[in-house]
């Protein structure tokens, strides 16, 4: 399995990541910069984003390679 397999799944879960660790440090860190309509829209757009990914990938996840059918 090669490290980078999966790169942009994994930085978008490690980004998501940092938000929550933020949100949970603050719980009003993220309103200040992005303004409470905002919020909601980041949530929306990560989930997006997770879905985006898995579909544009032809592999499951982690190998470089089609399964046997």
Do not use: C, N
């Not at 399995?1 to 940092?18: C, D, E, P, V």
């Amino acid at each position: 399995m090669s490290l980078l397999k999966g790169w942009r799944t994994r930085l978008a879960a490690l980004s998501l990541f940092l938000l929550g660790l933020l949100e949970a440090v603050d719980p009003h860190l993220l309103v200040t910069f992005l303004g409470e309509e905002a919020r909601s829209g980041v949530l929306l757009f990560y989930a997006v984003a997770f879905y985006g990914l898995r579909q544009i990938t032809s592999t499951p996840a982690g190998r470089s390679e089609e399964p046997p059918r």
